[in-house]
């Protein structure tokens, strides 16, 4: 039990329930529904997400030592050598999964594993570090879009948006162990007062605004010359059938999407907010270690209402229920083992 628990610690289990809403809002926001494909993406960046925490507690062997002597590497609980191996060998495996789910993916895995590992051993404590995160968790929502589609372009938005979240927490991060300024907890306050109205806000000419069937434009191919979309309400929906769950593949329906996804969206946007600002607000008043911790904690875990409000903001309701559902278990784990 002791040495699970030490492992348990070094990977810190509690933050891989933010990891396959990574993916599958890549996936929705590409225009397609999850397929196995999307399945084996989500098994990527498990690997890999883990790698880059076995990782990161091998190259901070040394500082922790003096500012977190109870970790698993310098309370001896974990041998660094085996730390080190396992972020080989999940790496590897990350990598073997991506190409399991065709080229595309593999084309956005192996980028993904290079900025985990530079991150790691290089960029951390410079000034690029939080760009670096920010990166690899964009690429990350990228990989779930490219191993379900085939591309990345439809899913490049939202990946700003969840690389913008992720950069405003690894800022707060950097003074974590000692404290510092207020500055960092009040630019992530604000960055995610931001995201939360982005996010709210109906998006225009989304697969939201047009009936399910149509094209990007709004309107079938053969009819965009004639008249312009009108959106599908619920009853015509019930009457004509199109409330029908889509095929692998294939787009969510219009039907669910609007107006009902929009409460869901505004619902888990509200979420966001709650989840991530109020740490932060106490990071803000006070920067001591504790408060930081805390803050930076919310914004981990904010990580999944974030990536489920991308998915309803797409029409895709039911994968937004399934990732808002990761986050009660993601904080049961977490209060036996710390997620930062």
Sequence with gaps: MSRSRAWAELLRLPA?????????????????????????????????YEAGMALNDWADRAEDAEERPHRPLPS?????????????????????????????????AAPLAATVWAYDLALKH???????????????????????????RAALPSAALLGTHTLAVTVVSRQETKGGSPLAPLAALTTTALLSRVLAHRPTGSQ?????????????????????????????????GRHRR???????PTTWAWPPAHALTTALAATYAATAARPYFHATLNPSPPLTQRAVGGGIRATIPLQAALCA????????????????????????????
């Design 16 to 48: 891989l329930f933010t990891v396959p809403g990574d993916a599958l809002s890549g996936a929705v926001v590409a225009g397609a529904r999850p397929t196995p494909r999307t399945l084996l993406a989500i098994g990527s960046s498990l690997c890999l």
């Design 126 to 152: 410079t000034p690029f570090g939080p760009a670096a995160m920010a990166t690899a968790r964009a690429l990350d929502l990228l990989l779930g879009a490219a191993a379900t589609t085939g591309h990345t």
């Design 246 to 252: 889509p095929s692998p593949g294939q787009a969510w």
């Design 76 to 108: 001896g609980r974990v041998h660094p050598a085996a730390a080190f191996t396992a972020a080989c060998a999940l790496t590897g495996t990350g990598l073997a999964l991506a190409a399991r789910a065709g080229r595309p993916a593999l084309t956005i």
């Design 208 to 240: 939201t605004d047009r009936p399910s069937g149509t094209g990007p434009g709004g309107a079938r191919p053969e009819a965009a010359a004639h008249r312009p979309p009108a959106p599908l309400t619920a009853t015509a929906a019930v009457a004509t």
């Design 313 to 340: 903001r797409s029409g895709a309701g039911p994968t937004a229920l399934f990732i808002a559902a990761l986050a009660p278990l993601g904080r049961r784990f977490g209060r036996r083992v710390s997620i930062t």
